[in-house]
């Protein structure tokens, strides 16, 4: 209840051990450190004056949500008048994170943040099979706690995206009870285990805005599944109202591999290019843009050089086989030679079950084209 009157509010603290932090906020593990304190707080609760100063010494915590440990937490604050100065705080986590700013107080209970983030090769979050990221970056985080704007420029110096295997997917709500027996849950179970759900849902994160971050891609980014290694390059602006977000901008997909399953094997394709652009709509769609080549050493030695082209957009995706062999060959030509390393008259000439095995190839193909490579680019990326 915040009842009219005067505040009268002081506070001391003494080198203060700071382990017990981790019994109160069940999110953070193994604290450390010690906090140094004397302020005081007058005025009202529209109106209040602040003085004294805060200090933070060898601080240290673990976030197993994130998967990360923070450790050199130290930091110094100083309170006077409506404000509150960050004159220091920084953290190490493989690399460096500091803040300074100031913190307003229009109302004792409604702060407005005005701070500067400079990070350094820092490890933002390590969650086994689903993302591991480190960043620098130098970013303002300005506006009211609840709603406040985040902007400047980041890069993703190191990182791995991991996202499930592609063929057993199926682009269905992982919450509808409808489909908990027959579709593959791992990425919901992976969540779930590392405890994701509640613990990155929050009413600051859910209100803040992102506006105009350029986020470029270092040189060791990568998605990566059972299926697919792809490294990627470029940058993306990142927007963000309330859930809505938007990406504007190219990335390149310059090398790396995917197995594409053909019949009963796997075919290797070697990545040689590529690109996915966004063009900031709310809808996140993009045009894909990427070429991947695979070697296959014939029977007779005749070496054939299968290409295969992924177009379209991440929605309606569009991909076709084709080959260096003049002059050009069919797709069913292709998939014999993927299957067999010869043509389809010497894979049938050879009898047994190779003819089925073809048209079984051919129709998994199609399923490819359909749903696989739209299962990898949208539902296992989180695209909506």
């Known amino acids: ?73 130290n930091g110094r604050v100083t309170l006077s008048g409506d404000s509150i100065t960050v004159d220091s705080l920084s953290a190490e986590s493989d690399g460096t994170v500091g803040i300074s700013g100031t913190i307003r107080l229009v109302e004792l209970t409604k702060p407005v943040l005005n701070l500067t983030i400079l990070a350094r090769g820092f490890r933002t979050i390590d969650v086994r099979n689903l993302l591991a990221l480190t960043a620098s970056g130098d970013l303002a985080l300005r506006g009211p706690v609840f709603g406040a704007t985040l902007t400047g420029h980041a890069t993703a110096t190191r990182g791995v995206l991991y996202f499930a295997d592609l063929v057993n997917k199926d682009i269905v709500n992982l919450q509808d009870t409808l489909y908990q027996d027959i579709i593959d849950t791992s990425l919901l179970s992976t969540i779930q285990r590392q405890r994701l759900g509640p613990e990155f849902q929050s009413r600051f994160l859910d209100s803040l805005r992102i506006s105009q971050l350029a986020v470029d891609m270092g040189s060791d980014v990568w998605l990566r599944s059972g299926e697919a290694n792809v490294q990627l390059t470029g940058q993306v602006t990142v927007e963000k109202t309330a859930a809505r977000y938007r990406f504007d901008g190219t990335l390149q997909t310059p090398r790396g591999t995917y197995r594409l399953p053909v019949g009963p094997v796997n075919r290797e394709f070697a990545v040689t290019r590529g690109q996915v652009q966004y063009f900031g709509t709310p809808d996140l769609n993009a045009s894909l843009d990427i070429d991947a080549q695979h070697l296959v050493r014939g029977n007779r030695g005749d070496n054939v050089t299968v290409l295969v082209h992924v177009g379209g957009t991440l929605y309606v995706p569009k991909l076709t086989l084709s080959s260096d062999m003049r002059p050009p060959i069919s797709e069913t030509e292709i998939i014999s030679y993927l299957l067999f390393g010869a043509p389809t008259f010497e894979a049938l000439a050879a009898g047994g079950q190779n003819g089925q095995i073809i048209s079984q190839a051919v129709a998994q193909l199609t399923g490819v084209v359909s749903g696989q490579l739209e299962n990898a680019l949208i539902s296992d990326l989180g695209v909506p």
């Open 1 to 73: 209840r915040k009842l009219p009157g005067a505040l009268s509010i002081r506070a001391r603290a003494d080198s203060l051990d700071l382990s017990f932090v981790s019994a109160l906020v069940p999110t953070l593990r193994n604290t450390a450190g010690r906090l140094r304190a004397d302020f005081g707080v007058t005025g009202s609760w529209a109106a209040p004056q602040l003085t004294g100063s805060m200090s933070l010494a060898h601080g240290a915590a673990s976030v197993p949500a994130l998967g990360v440990a923070y450790r050199a937490v």
